[in-house]
T-cell receptor
């Protein structure tokens, strides 16, 4: 089955700096790669996703890149703000239920 | 729309007790999921359903049961609760599998003592 590895597990950045979170997956059949943000005491919420026919997708300060050959994808957050502080999860799937990474706790220091 | 609604929010169980976590969605989604989240371990799939009357095991189904009698509801049953089932449980739903947004509930915090 699918296996998703996510790094780093924790990340601290200064406000205004960029943050990058990386994930690798094992199943070449996976074709859908979403990223979720989880704030304290809440359920995860989708922030951006990418499909296998696209290499990069951007939404304001958030971007995701996908390298299907290497089986890895990354989340990039630019101009970080304190409200970006949360746990971020990557996931991979498609025709099977999504498999999630273990999460990255991002702290943005003002 | 309320989205995905989970009850209860918090519960303490004694070892050996049983309980049901309720989940309902009002988005007419076909697919529903139960995940558990342990600290530092991400989200593990317990059970999922692709439609009323159909359920399937996920990665960690032992100690749990589910049913899907209607499109809206997907309860999770814990039989003979064990300390290892102390976790945060999330119900989720999506219209179609894999390539559509999964919507999560707010979570149910369960402690087994």
């Amino acid at each position: 089955g699918e296996n998703v590895e996510q790094h780093p597990s924790t990340l601290s950045v200064q406000e205004g700096d960029s943050a990058v979170i990386k994930c690798t997956y094992s199943d070449s059949a996976s074709n859908y790669f979403p990223w979720y943000k989880q704030e304290l005491g809440k359920g995860p919420q989708l922030i951006i996703d990418i499909r296998s026919n696209v290499g990069e997708k951007k939404d304001q300060r958030i971007a995701v890149t996908l390298n299907k050959t290497a089986k890895h994808f990354s989340l990039h957050i630019t101009e970080t703000q304190p409200e970006d502080s949360a746990v971020y999860f990557c996931a991979a799937g498609g025709n099977t239920p999504l498999v999630f990474g273990k999460g990255t706790r991002l702290s943005v220091i003002a | 729309n309320a989205g995905v609604t989970q009850t209860p929010k918090f519960r303490i169980l004694k070892i050996g007790q049983s309980m049901t976590l309720q989940c309902a969605q009002d988005m007419n989604h076909n697919y529903m999921y139960w995940y558990r989240q342990d600290p530092g371990m991400g989200l593990k799939l317990i059970y999922y359903s692709v439609g009323a009357g159909i359920t399937d095991k996920g990665e960690v189904p032992n100690g749990y049961n589910v049913s899907r009698s209607t499109t809206e509801d997907f309860p999770l049953r814990l039989e003979l609760a064990a300390p290892s089932q102390t976790s945060v449980y999330f119900c989720a739903s999506t219209h179609d599998r894999g390539r559509n947004t999964i919507y999560f509930g707010e979570g149910s915090w369960l402690t087994v003592v």
